[in-house]
């Protein structure tokens, strides 16, 4: 094994930010090795770490949810990158943690707010990939999520879009309005998630990320058509 490449991969991880990028890039180095590029994203780093925190929070690293983030990372990186990141990946997921404040303060300087509240998304769905979100996966991302400066509203409406109940308290969750809202309230509430999630919004992302926001804008599309033929108008 190259040392060389594992400590220029631990240099890259204290240019991300400090020894939680030092200690995930000695590991992209270790396994990397000549093929090891310095051009890894922010991004790519933290779905990594946050990833192994989802997986693992529940006591149960089950195979679903690392399929999950094995298909992630192939459909965005390819598949080459894919299987070193998943190298790494089955190393983090049984090491202990940095803590989930320090991560994410660091994810904040790097990404902007549309792009995090598509990683609280696909966390969601490493969650769901069972069928059964656990009561402490939720907790872990709703703290990941305050620490991403998201709103309640903006986090329960990702919420509801894994939801098993499709009906219509559900469709009032995802546009993030209680049922007595006015009809205007709730058309003012579409335009907003609409513009908000809107996929062409997303630049610089992986076509993963974009259908993720296709599948979001489409939840909310989805939602509005629901309480839009309930009431009527």
Request: with cysteine; glycine share 6%.
């Amino acid at each position: 094994m190259n040392d060389y490449a594992k400590w220029v991969g631990g240099g890259l991880g204290w240019m991300w930010g400090g020894p939680i990028g030092a200690f995930v890039g000695y590991q992209l180095g270790k396994y990397i090795g000549k093929n090891f590029q310095s051009k890894e994203t922010s991004f790519e780093i933290s779905l990594l770490i946050l990833s192994a925190m989802v997986v693992k929070v529940d006591g149960k690293i089950k195979k679903e949810e690392l399929d999950c983030v094995r298909a992630f990372f192939i459909q965005s990186f390819g598949k080459l990158k894919s299987d070193q990141y998943f190298h790494v990946f089955n190393e983090v997921k049984h090491k202990k943690f940095p803590s989930v404040r320090s991560v994410c303060l660091e994810v904040n300087k790097h990404v902007t707010h549309k792009t995090r509240l598509q990683i609280i998304h696909f966390l969601f769905s490493i969650a769901n990939s069972d069928r059964h979100i656990d009561a402490k996966e939720i907790d872990i991302i709703k703290k990941i999520s305050k620490y991403f400066w998201i709103s309640e509203y903006d986090f329960s409406s990702i919420e509801a879009m894994f939801s098993n109940k499709k009906n219509i308290n559900n469709a009032y969750d995802i546009l993030g309005v209680p049922k007595s809202s006015s009809d205007d309230e709730i058309k003012k509430a579409y335009r907003k998630m609409i513009k908000k999630y809107h996929p062409d919004k997303l630049k610089d992302v992986s076509d993963d990320i974009i259908q993720m926001a296709k599948q979001k804008f489409q939840s909310v599309k989805d939602a509005y058509e629901y309480i839009r033929k309930q009431r009527g108008f």
